[in-house]
Each structure stands twice: as structure tokens, then as C-alpha cells.
């Protein structure tokens, strides 16, 4: 089990100090899409020269002109990127292809999937790296959480790894780890923390044990 630390409401100064505390205990570190938005690509670019040890994920949510954008994604720098479960069928196999050209990964984000099985099932056929059940900020907000869908994706993932993400802490990760998903996605749960460094210490302990 991984640990990502996602990094959604920093600049770039920022975002390179909150990786130097802890990046002895994640695995991979996402420029989130509100950095993207903020800062364009170069955030990508300038953490992965920073912590070039690390691999880097580039939040994009891809949902057209697929191809294209895991390109620049691929040129920056990012080691994986993100496309939406809801985008087409042709988009999620163009950002796949792509990716292979350039020997990234794909991580596909459910966010917002109607029928999450059955898409799960269908994206698992595409060749992608990852399939990630993530509730969002909104629905967080409404006392929502992602762990009933990562049981459901569980059942039908035959080729991608699994992830989850979306609100996850300290008191909330054993629950998660039972649930044995490959990829574990942090944000605020670490960023958000007085002592950052012994949260993530702690959660990496615990994934590390869990497996």
C-alpha cells in the first residue's frame, strides 16, 4: 500500500517546503488541480526537479483532447496523470496509449460516476494503471465517504490497481487499510496537521503494517 500526498490549495514555494517535511514517508506527491489551475504545469516541472526520488502525479482530470494533454503532462515531468472515469471511451484509451509512448501511468479518477461497477469494469478493460474512487471536497462536506465504493471497485478490478481518496485522516485510515486498496490519497489529513512530518510517519507505519 502507497501513500500519496495530494497538495490542492498551495503555490509552489509551498508545496516544495510541505514535500521537504515529509517526503520520507509518501511515495507520491500530487499537484492537485487547484495548483494546476493556479500555477499551470510548471508546478509539476518544479516539484519533480525539487524531489526527483519521487514520483509525481499531475492531477489534471482529464475529461478531452486526452493524448494532448498527458503529453505536456509526460513533458513536465509527472510520472502519472489523472483522467475522469465519466470522460469517453476513446479519451481514456487515447490518454492510455500516450502514457505508454511515454511511459507514464494513468490514473482514473471516478469522481462523479454513475454507475461506478460497471464503468469500473469497463475502465479496467482500457489498460489503465490505477482506478480511483474519490469523493470530492462537496461531498465530504455533506458527511460522504468513498469507502463503500472502494469495496465496490474491489469486487470487479481484475487488471489496475486500486486507490481511494477524499477525506481520509489519521482516525479514519485503519478502516481503509482493511479494505486493502494499492494507493492511499492524503490531503488535508497530513497538510492540514500541526506536525506533519509525524502524521505521515505515523500513516506510513500504519499502511506499511496493514499490508
Known amino acids: 500500500m502507497q501513500l500519496q500526498l495530494a497538495l490542492d490549495l498551495v503555490n509552489i514555494p509551498e508545496a516544495k517546503e510541505l514535500v521537504k517535511e515529509v517526503e520520507e514517508y509518501v511515495d507520491i506527491v500530487e499537484i492537485g488541480t487547484p495548483v494546476i489551475i493556479n500555477e499551470g504545469l510548471r508546478a509539476v516541472k518544479e516539484i519533480k526537479e525539487a524531489f526527483p526520488h519521487l514520483t509525481v502525479l499531475a492531477d489534471l482530470k482529464i475529461m478531452d483532447a486526452a493524448a494532448y494533454e498527458v503529453m505536456k503532462a509526460s513533458e513536465a515531468g509527472a510520472d502519472i496523470i489523472t483522467i475522469l472515469g465519466v470522460a469517453e471511451d476513446m479519451s481514456i484509451k487515447g490518454a492510455v496509449e500516450e502514457a505508454r509512448k ?39 462536506a455533506v458527511g460522504k465517504d468513498s469507502l463503500e465504493e472502494l469495496h465496490t471497485i474491489k469486487r470487479v478490478v481484475k487488471n489496475a490497481k486500486t486507490a481511494i481518496a477524499g477525506g481520509i485522516k489519521l482516525d479514519t485510515l485503519p478502516e481503509v487499510i482493511k479494505a486493502k486498496p494499492d494507493l492511499v490519497v492524503v490531503g488535508g489529513g497530513i497538510t492540514g496537521q500541526k506536525d506533519k512530518r509525524a502524521v505521515a510517519a505515523e500513516m506510513k507505519k500504519m499502511l506499511e503494517q496493514g499490508e
Open 102 to 140: 511515454q511511459g507514464k501511468k494513468i490514473l482514473v479518477d471516478m469522481i462523479g460516476v454513475k454507475n461506478l461497477e460497471e464503468r469500473a469494469k469497463e475502465v479496467d478493460e482500457f489498460g489503465v494503471d490505477y482506478i480511483c474512487v474519490h469523493t470530492g471536497y462537496d461531498l465530504q
